[in-house]
Every structure is written in structure tokens, then in C-alpha cells.
């Protein structure tokens, strides 16, 4: 049997933008931003506007583009990058320099008309399916932070849903020399398969993505301005963050503070953790066990520490504020059965309760929440905040029964931890505060315009999760976060009388002095049961021996004189879009071998970090980039780029190198004698 003729449709050129139209599809693809391109299609009426998405309401500036129509096909140029559209719907893009394909789409089947299918799922939604050829060699970096360990992901197949420790970003990065954003917060998955790559949303009303041409570092300055650049970080925020597992009283943090300073230590900020509320969702300090907390934000601010508070989205029904917010109908709510829910400890009874969750997508429940930690916390001077469970963290988290302001679950379901995030952004904006961080568990695309930090959430305590977080931190980058970091030394467990524990801790910490915050964490032993009353043993850096101690001092203060080159890095961040964690294929995408490096990674253009990875291991083999010349920061030591160097690496040393001859204060210099 011969193939049937594929339907072909028609062009248009209407308000800048290219159009096809067949088979009941509306194709468009327009102009976004230099060298980048936005694609929809909707069946059955033209393309929406205004749906939920990463991109900025309105393009960036400087997209000159050129469209022309001829026989049987239509092209858009945009700067780098061309879009060739056939008569049949398939799009293919090219380099315009040169007219080298860097993606095209596929069809799901030879017998099937294009590369796009619309299945309905009712009330003019469908389950969307966008396919895209695979390719020879290809690598394929971004889609957020996840726990696989690998930093390229070709060959993985990610669901696009948010849970703890895996953070949904669907934006992806080829060493094709394309980036690609999969314009939806909708639940679904994508995968990298060698026959083709597939992107699903389980139930939405229109396919939408955006693309752009250039190497790494040129695509990530794309993405920021067209997602929207994070500001710049607070200087109090690049130092060293102190926090547990939990400290339960007003005068234990402060006692911990105190003791910092006693021992001359660097501290920039510590938290206070979970249960410090009335009951859960009344978000205000427990008078009990905090009487005083504008006494003690003005203690921590004349020893030069900032106050970091714990903010849930969850509610409690013991909460004052439960039943005026499920009456404005500010909860999330559900398609069959009670309010969005999870079982979750509140003060004054014995088991559990059913919390709900505000929901976050809807502006009016936004600025609830925002008078209440505006009474409540700022009023004390409080202007910090850490956003835990945020994804949120439903139990069962079926999406298909979720129901936001934004959308039924399927559609906008990863949408919830950028708009809390939005919630203090926006507040406190409001309020003319202009130093504006929130440290949060789960991230959306654009999360970093509202000034969202990520952690890689509760992870393990040993060698093999420290090694994963380097691919998660890296692929994190390029999602368009730059403000990242880990619960150094783990989340949960970890003994601090444990020799071998302490020298995961060591490595960790060491890890963390280079990373783009650095915020000391955890769950330790002995711990006690999820409750009111919980804490975990003690986790500051005098809490793990002598010998371990000594050297987290000394990383402390290796941090306290890199602050002002990690400062310039946010800078660069805030004004570029790039990213202070950097694979090394970021600057130097011409070295065939950076592509391939996922256990170390550059802080900056200068300053290539190799932290050590494995128990024992007392030296460290490390790919120096083809195109530099470096220099061993410890040692002084020269080597050219282009190969592999194995250096020492006793306990007290992560392997470090300097590139072209720059100079940063690594090494500790001795006391001035008198």
C-alpha cells in the first residue's frame, strides 16, 4: 500500500509572526528575543495568549527577524537561528550561518501526518506529545536538579513533576549548539531517547516552545533575558549559612551565634528551623519558646548575622487562620473529595492533622500569606526566608485530582513553587525592601526573577550523594538558577562522633566553601521523632573533632576571601545571566573532553574546583580545559591545558586551579609577625 500524502496547509504572515494552518492545527512561530524563537500550536482555533509559562510577557529587545513564504515551504529568521517550516507543519531549525540543522522535529510515525499529537482529554484540553529527531553524539544537559547522578542526560527518560530533591525545569541544553524551553508548567515527562526525543504534558490546551542558537554561555544570557534575570545577591547572602535539624529555642540560637563569634569564626546568617510557629499555618513565633524576637534579630544583627525563618505553605485546622482562608477559598483545592491535603505534626495534640496548602497560583491567597509574615516577621525586622515543602509537599500528590487558580493540576501542577517564591519576592518589594533571597526546596522556570535560591533538598549523608550533587548543582546552572547550594554534609543521619561520617563532612564542607552559597545543615544523630519537639544532634563546625573542626575553619575563612570574587560572579549573573557554578564546556565549549567532565566544574571563568569524592582518596585526578593555562592554587605549580593531571589531595585539601595567571586570595597567609 502506498504512504497516504501528508495534509498540507497554508501560510500567513500576521503581526510579525509566521503562521501555518492544516488539519484543524494553528502553527505559529514568532520572533523572541535575539537569536530565539517561540512555537505554538493549538488544535482547533488559533493560539491562546496569556497561559501559564516561563517566558516574560513580552519579548526581549533586538529581534530583527525576516519571513518569507514560497513554493511548498516558509522560513523565519531570527538573528543565529532559521526556521524552515514545510508545507506539511514540520519545522526544522538551522544555523543561518552556514545552514547546518541543529533540531528538527519528527514524526511519531511514518504513517502519521506531523510531529505534533493532539489527544483530547476534554473541555478543549488534550494530552500533547512534541517529538524531535535524535542525533549522533549529542549530549543534553539542564531540565532542573535531579538525583541520577549524570550531567548528560541523554538516554534518561524525567518526569516533569515536582517532588523533593527533583526539581522539574524543563529547559534543556545540546552540545548541537541549541537551548530549548519547554514553555509549560504541565505535569508530564520527557524523554532522550537514541530513536528521538519526546516531550508530554498529560493535559493542557496548546503546544509552546522557545529556542535559541549559540554556544552555552550565549544561550544561558538568551534564556535569562527571555525567563527574566535574578537579582543581585545580598552581600550578607555569600557568606556561610549555620543551620540544623532544629534549634528549638530562642536562647539555643542565639547561644550558637554567641559562640561563633567567641571562636572568631566567619557566620553570615543562621536559621531558624521548622515548629517555631503556634500551630502550623499562623506562620509567628511560639511565644514560649521565642518571647522576644525583635531582641533577638537585633542581637544577631550586631554580631553581623541575618536571621533566616522557615515558611511552610501548609495549614493546619488548628490554625486561626484555616477557616477565614477556606472560606475566601484561598486553599488548593481538588476535583473529588477534601481539600488538598497531607498528615502532617501540629503543636497541642497527639497525631497528626490534615493541612491544607494555600495556593500560591492565586494572587489574593498570596497576599494573605504576605500580611501574615508581614505582621507576623518582618515587623520583628525579619526579611529572610527559607521556603521548605514547597513543591508542595502533598501526600498523595495525585495532579489529575489538584485544582489551582491557575488551572487544573495537569496543566499548571510545577507551577506552585516559582509563585510562592513570588509570594515573599513580591511582598516584600512592596514594602521597599530591595536585598530580596528566598531559600527554597523546589524551583519553576523564572523561579530566579523572584529572587529563589534552590537546595538540593533531603538527601543522604554518604560519599555516593555528594557525587551526585555535582551533576545536579551543574545541570541546576543551566536551568537558569544560579543561586544554589546543598545541606552540607547531608540531610539525613550522619553521626558527628562517626570517623568515617566526619570525613564525608569534610569533603562536603569542602564542596560547600566553592559553591555558589554555602549553608551548613541537617538531620544528625541521634535524632528524634517527627514532632513538635524534634531536633537532630549537633551540627555546627566545632561539633565534629579537632582535626575536622580546624579544617572547616579554615574553609570558612577560605570563603570570607573569595566573598568579593563570588560577589562579582552574582553580579555577572544578575547582569548576563550566567551562572557562578559553571560545567566546564560553559567556557571552554571547544574542548572536546569538558563535555564529558561531571566531577568537577569552574566557580567563575577562573577558579576550576575538583572536590574529592571518594572515602579515602588522598589525591585527585582532574581534566585541565584544552585553550588555558592553569595553575595549582595550593602549590603554585603550572600546567597546560589539554590533558589530565593527578595532584594530592590529603584531607585537608580540595584540588583547585587557577586559570591564565589569575590571582585569588586561595591560600592562607600567615599572621604578621610582630
Known sequence: MAQPSPTRGTFRVRDGALEWRGRQETLRLEPWGPDAVRVRARLGGPVLAGLPGALLEEPPPGAAAEIRTEAGYAVLTCGAITAVVSAEGMVRFLRTDGGTELLAEDRAH?????????????????????????????????????????????????DLVQRNAEVSIPVLTSSRGYTLL???????????????????????????????????????????????????????????????????????????????????????????????????????????????????????????????????????PLSENHGPMEHAGLFIGTEYGPLAHADWPDKGVAEPVQVAFYDATNPEARDFVWSRIRENYLAHGITAFWLDAGEPELRPGFAANLRYHAGPGPEVGNLYPRENARTVHDGLAAEGVTEIITLNRSVWAGAQRYGAALWSGDIGTDFATLRRQLAAGLNTALSGIPWWNTDIGGFHGGDPADPAYREVMVRWFQFGALSPLM???????????????????????????????????AYLRLRERLRPYVLAQMRTAHTEGLPPMRPLFLEFPGDPAAWEVADAFLLGPDLLVAPVLEAGARERAVHLPAGAAWTDAWTGEAHPGGGTVTVPAPLERIPLFLRDGAELPVREEPPARG
Open 110 to 158: 511514518f504513517w502519521w501526518p506531523g510531529s505534533r499529537l493532539h489527544t483530547a482529554t476534554g473541555n478543549g484540553y488534550h494530552r500533547l506529545e512534541q517529538r524531535f529527531a535524535a542525533y549522533e553524539g549529542e549530549r543534553l544537559y539542564g531540565l532542573g536538579q535531579h538525583q541520577h547522578g549524570l550531567l548528560d542526560q541523554k538516554g534518561t527518560v524525567l
Open 182 to 316: 519547554w514553555n509549560s508548567p504541565a505535569v508530564g515527562r520527557v524523554e532522550l531517547a537514541r530513536n528521538g526525543t519526546r516531550w508530554v504534558a498529560d493535559s493542557a490546551r496548546q503546544i509552546d516552545y522557545w529556542i535559541t542558537a549559540g554556544n552555552p554561555a550565549d544561550a544561558q544570557r538568551r534564556y535569562s533575558a527571555a525567563t527574566g534575570r535574578t537579582p543581585m545577591l545580598p552581600e550578607w547572602a555569600a557568606g556561610f549559612w549555620q543551620c540544623k535539624l532544629r534549634y528549638r529555642t530562642q536562647e539555643e540560637l542565639l547561644s550558637v551565634a554567641r559562640e561563633y563569634r567567641r571562636r572568631g569564626l566567619p557566620l553570615s546568617a543562621i536559621v531558624c528551623d521548622f515548629f517555631h510557629w503556634t500551630h502550623l499555618g499562623e506562620w509567628r513565633f511560639d511565644p514560649e519558646q521565642w518571647p522576644d524576637p525583635a531582641a533577638m534579630v537585633k542581637e544577631l544583627d550586631e554580631l553581623g548575622v541575618k536571621l533566616v525563618v522557615s515558611v511552610w505553605p501548609s495549614v493546619s
Open 519 to 553: 549553608r551548613l545543615h541537617g538531620f544528625r544523630e541521634p535524632g528524634m521523632p517527627l514532632g513538635p519537639g524534634m531536633t537532630g544532634g549537633p551540627n555546627e563546625v566545632w561539633s565534629y573533632g579537632a582535626e575536622a573542626g580546624e579544617i572547616m575553619a
